[in-house]
């Protein structure tokens, strides 16, 4: 099944922060022009406006402007809500106060899959992206899960990154209680990009938090935010593994790596795939037949079902097929490879129904992409 | 020999009296597997397919000797089970269970590492030594014993490879399946380390797929090595920014490209299929190279 990590938007992100006693700036959401205007009046201009989608590099796309009175803060959020910031609509701002900024720095921490273990990075050259960050100003420390961020750590971090005075204080407060967000709420991203020093206190002018969806079961209380199309939160909640891509061969197969294996046939002959659907292991006539009602959802010129099964049973893979075609009617051709577990029985039950099994997947690929067109 | 397990390896299943765990149980019992105990809490005293089950892994251990474990356990109870079979000193654990929360998987690594604790997986199908010995999910039918060894982060799509080896006429020496989480416990270089040294072993299929460094990881090993490599990357024709199913399975900022793959893999003298299906010719013709086929 499909890992669909949950994205908080920053302002959701900030509340978290600002719960777990890190200094956010005083700020307000708005979803309409007025509302923007309000919130700027009672935090007091000048306030900047951040347009709350979740993508990076809001700022180039003018997703983010400053405004020094009530009434430029209502024209600049009518201009931000309902606008398009690197393909996301904008449906809400944060309306925030203009923060004096003295320096900017970077921390994050996330999971490191080579290590197996969360790793703290932080950077006294923050504000840009931190890929850009030359690695001499990068410092990189790995956590152990049973330890986390004791205060000797966030001392070192501190007195790596050059701090004195107030900032590291600040800075060595802050730290454990961003592993501890982190550890707490099932993250595999916290990241303040940019932590700004303004006078003697350090500001979190920026939140972007991850959740791993496969812990969402015991983080009841965090906002949901849904990033899927109606398709693919459908397929997820039918148990499926669903992405959306803009070809026109709709594909089905059993495993995250032979479905992407089974795209990559597609596009070697010449075809383009209309989608990665992945139906797992051990998918009964159920799970299948749904899975072939949403492929039909997006009206395709040809089906490709590549099953090699092993829990997965075909005569299943192809009863379900029977029972589509009967009840719904299939008006796309169906290119079928079917092997593994009850083969000759899947493969007459295919027949019966006229459908055609493959032995081979590049021959039913091939076969999928011709009648494509 | 083998690399891991073999004909020798005595194995208990943890989570034996669920549905997955009497069900794999019964077709590793048929590869021919010596699965001498399963644990499921409040069953002890019973059976499940003729093996005696316990309610506690140290309650097995004090009638069996146990080299390795396997779970089948739910999600969010395989870290307990995980840690009760670490702390009782099993040295080998299969970890089958997909959709555990990468916290509990970064704890159960930390524990692994500090008692010297093998983990293959989570959310992997298993390892097979072909012919000797099954511990996880694969379908019996395709692992024959050979000389290949086979290492994957994908499940079917290295049934689709083993079985297109086992038609030409390539058996297997073992096939580890690392597993599709971004934390799982062994990488691809401990593998291939083991293979190296395997004298049953002659060459290697690597089978990858894009997002993450393991393949990079892993062609830097490749570059040391005598035995030959070849490799598949799944994922050639996948767009940056969505996960195509498996949770390391997406380009981010421009990294764990297809093209940045097999350059590496290819530059450190890998030769890497195109489709899944020439991988035995490339086998054939890596072993022809060196006198052996």
């Known amino acids: ?373 | 020999m083998a690399i891991i397990i073999d004909e020798n390896t005595h194995v208990l299943v943890q989570g034996i009296t669920g549905n997955q765990g009497l069900f794999h149980t019964r077709q590793m019992l048929a590869y021919g597997t010596k699965i001498v105990a399963g644990v499921s809490p409040g069953k002890g005293g019973t059976k499940a397919v003729g093996v005696p089950v316990y309610d506690s892994v140290n309650a097995a251990l004090e009638e069996h000797r146990i080299d390795a474990s396997v779970l089948f356990i739910p999600a969010a109870f395989a870290k307990d089970a995980a840690f009760e079979a670490i702390d009782a000193g099993i040295k080998v654990l299969v970890i089958i269970t997909e959709h555990i929360p990468v916290h509990d998987e970064l704890e159960i690594m930390a524990l692994a590492r500090q008692r010297g604790t093998t983990v293959i997986g989570p959310n992997t199908f298993g390892i097979v030594s072909s012919g000797k010995c099954k511990i996880g999910i694969p379908p019996n039918q395709f692992f024959v014993p050979g000389h290949v060894g086979v290492v994957a982060r994908s499940g079917t799509l290295t049934y689709e490879i083993v079985a297109n080896l086992t038609a030409n006429g390539l058996g297997q020496s073992t096939v580890v399946g690392l597993g599709g989480d971004r934390v799982v416990g062994l990488s691809f270089v401990d593998v291939l380390e083991k293979f190296e040294k395997d004298p049953e072993t002659n060459s290697v299929v690597l089978v990858g797929e894009i997002g993450g460094n393991a393949e990079e990881d892993a062609a830097r090993f490749i570059r040391k090595m005598k035995k030959p490599v070849v490799a598949y990357i799944a994922g050639k024709s996948a767009p940056p920014g969505k996960r195509m199913g498996h949770a390391g399975a997406i380009i981010e900022r421009g990294k764990g490209t297809f093209a940045g793959k097999v350059q590496a893999l290819t530059g450190a003298g890998a030769a890497v299929a195109t489709l899944p299906f020439e991988v035995p010719a490339l086998i054939k013709a890596a072993l022809r190279n060196q006198g052996i086929f």
Do not use: W
């Open chain 1, 1 to 373: 099944m499909v890992k669909f990590p949950v994205k908080l938007f920053e302002y959701m992100g900030k509340e978290l922060f600002a719960r777990y006693g890190i200094r956010v700036p005083r700020g307000k959401t708005a979803a309409t022009a007025e509302e923007a205007a309000q919130a700027a009046a009672e935090i007091g201009a000048p306030v900047v406006i951040k347009s709350q989608v979740l993508t990076g590099k809001r700022g180039k796309g003018g997703g983010i402007k400053f405004a020094s009175n009530p009434k430029e803060a209502q024209e600049l959020g009518a201009a931000i809500l309902g606008m398009t910031v690197q393909g996301y609509r904008v449906e809400k701002v944060l309306v925030e106060e203009q923060l004096q900024i003295d320096k900017e720095l970077y921390v994050a921490i996330t999971i490191d899959g080579s290590a197996k273990r969360p790793v703290l990075i932080a950077s006294a050259q923050g504000g840009m992206d931190i890929e850009e960050v030359p690695e001499d100003f990068i410092v990189k420390v790995y956590i152990d899960p049973y330890l986390g961020v004791q205060p000797y750590l966030a001392r070192e971090i501190t007195r790596r990154l050059g701090l004195s005075g107030p900032p590291a204080k600040e800075m060595q407060r802050l730290l454990p209680l961003l592993y501890k967000i982190f550890k707490e709420k099932d993250a595999e991203l916290v990241e303040i990009n940019p932590l700004v020093i303004s006078g003697e206190q350090l500001i979190a002018a920026d939140a972007k938090v991850t959740i791993d969806d496969e812990a969402l079961y015991r983080q009841k209380d965090l906002p949901r935010v849904e990033e899927r199309t109606p398709l693919e939160k459908m397929a997820h909640d039918a148990g499926l593994s669903y992405v959306q891509l803009d070809g026109n061969i709709a594909v089905m197969a059993n495993g995250a790596g032979i479905t992407m294996g089974t795209l990559d046939i597609i596009q070697h002959y010449g075809g383009s795939p209309a989608n990665f659907l992945d139906a797992g292991g051990g998918t009964g006539m159920e799970g299948t037949a749904k899975a072939l009602e949403i492929l039909l959802a997006t009206s395709p010129k040809v089906i490709l079902i590549n099953i090699f099964g092993g829990i997965t049973r075909c005569d299943d893979v192809a009863n379900a097929l029977a029972k589509v075609k009967k009840e719904k009617g299939i008006a796309v051709p169906v290119v079928i490879r079917l092997v593994g577990t009850n083969e000759e029985e899947g493969v007459r039950i295919l027949k019966e129904n006229g459908f055609e099994a493959y032995r081979k997947m590049e021959e039913a690929a091939a076969k999928a992409v011709e009648l494509a067109g």
